[in-house]
């Protein structure tokens, strides 16, 4: 049995995501794939645009085998923890073969052997990283510019990863470190180091749009390559911006475009600015003091914030008035999100796997699942509380809060009745 795993958002689930699927299944030949999926939050710090139960159907109408979810701490978390949280659970699996991740360089040598020295640490890269500190840098940076350095060194190459005499290796390095993908892709390769994990990295170079690129852009270059898929962030923005839904359908596959038109047509999606009067109700009841025990918060934010919560006129606006040169606006709303849903610590591992759906002809890899895991796999929500580990627990109820408060504002939205996290149904086809 060949296995493959994959770790996304699904935000929404578009041809890009079909693309990676079905080389999965036609290139790596992978029988099963199992995809680690958000819950009802992403990195970005905001609320996914469709549930995720309605992702998970778009995700096993295209293909996929299993979806499970990744709780809330982990989805909106930083690259870092977001990769070690969500490759625990594969990991602990115990049948996944590779992890199949999109780059922007599209060699996971070089990944890899990136990924090698921020595990190991050198003394030659520490040396360089704490001066770069010292210097002012943001760690992000410092971290980019020691690794530049240290690869400076011919001697510090473990083997053919790059490509090129020095100038150009470093360009190449240069290159990757300013790629948010190959960012993300380094991160899944050091959390299957330092988990000792016999999972094996692929990398599928990303094709289509950029992540800033607009719908705009897409559709200028669309007639020029059948691989220039719209972004999940260029699909998002142009239902923002008004764009007729027949133009953005034509960016997902089929059965995907289905399910999102009929969310649409019901008004079943959520943007940041829907917990505009939650977030402003939130925040006029913490004080600088309190609000430093959120993650992703810092003094100099819990202090701009409450200076600043006078001007508070939706949630989008906000953030945008709290942007500094410091502070980037991922890292904002990710503080701004984790003040609503009380999320204060950020687990390296995640104890348990909730299963969220599968395709029937999938019970041969749930099967093997059951015999191998190490982590208790959840069906059935209401049976966690009597198989989880206090750690577990803790990191359930808190993705638990965060999905009814997702639901509450969702029915209100659309005014149907709330359906608690307990109530809701495996996807199943």
Known sequence: MNVTGIIAEY???HKGHQYQIDYIKNVLRSDYVIVVMSGDYVQRGTPALLSKHLRTEMAL???????????????????????????????SLQVVDQLCFGSEYGEVSALQELAAVLVKEPKEYRVLLKTFLR??????????????EYFK????????????????????????LNSPNNILGIEYCKALLRLDSSIQPVTLKRQGMGYHETFSDQQTAS??????????????????????ISEILGELPDNAALV???????????????????????????????????????????????????????????????????LTYTRIQRALLHT??????????????????????????????????????????????????????????????????????LAQKTGRPFVHEYQKQLVLL
């Open 11 to 13: 935000n929404p689930f």
């Open 61 to 91: 109408r295209c293909g996929a085998d299993l979806v499970l979810e990744m709780p809330v701490s982990v989805s909106t978390a930083s690259a870092e923890a977001f990769a070690m949280g969500s490759v625990s659970i594969l990991d």
């Open 135 to 148: 210097e002012g840098l943001s760690f992000p940076a410092a971290r980019s510019q020691a690794l530049i």
């Open 153 to 176: 060194d011919p001697h510090h190459f473990e083997g053919d990863d790059f490509d090129g005499i020095l100038t150009p290796l470093l360009n190449q390095i240069v290159q990757i």
């Open 223 to 244: 007639s020029s390559s059948s691989l220039n898929f719209a972004s999940a962030s260029a699909i998002r923005n142009a239902l923002k911006s008004g764009f007729g």
């Open 260 to 326: 999102l038109e009929t969310a649409v047509n019901k008004k079943e999606f959520l943007l940041e600015n829907d917990f505009s009067l939650l977030l402003q109700y939130c925040l006029l009841n913490e004080t600088p003091e309190s609000l430093i025990v959120y993650a992703d918060m810092s003094k100099d934010l819990a202090t701009r914030i409450y200076s600043q919560i006078n001007h508070f006129e939706n949630f989008t606006q906000f953030t945008e008035l709290l942007k500094t040169k410091e």
């Open 340 to 409: 609503i849903l009380k999320v204060r610590e950020q687990p390296k591992g995640i104890p348990y796997a909730r299963v969220l759906g599968f395709r029937k002809s999938s019970s041969p890899l749930l099967k093997e699942i059951k015999q191998h895991t190490t982590i208790p796999v959840i069906t059935k929500a209401a049976d966690a509380s009597g198989i989880l580990s206090a750690d577990g627990q803790k990191i359930w109820n808190d993705n638990l809060r965060a999905s009814n408060i997702y639901e509450s504002i």
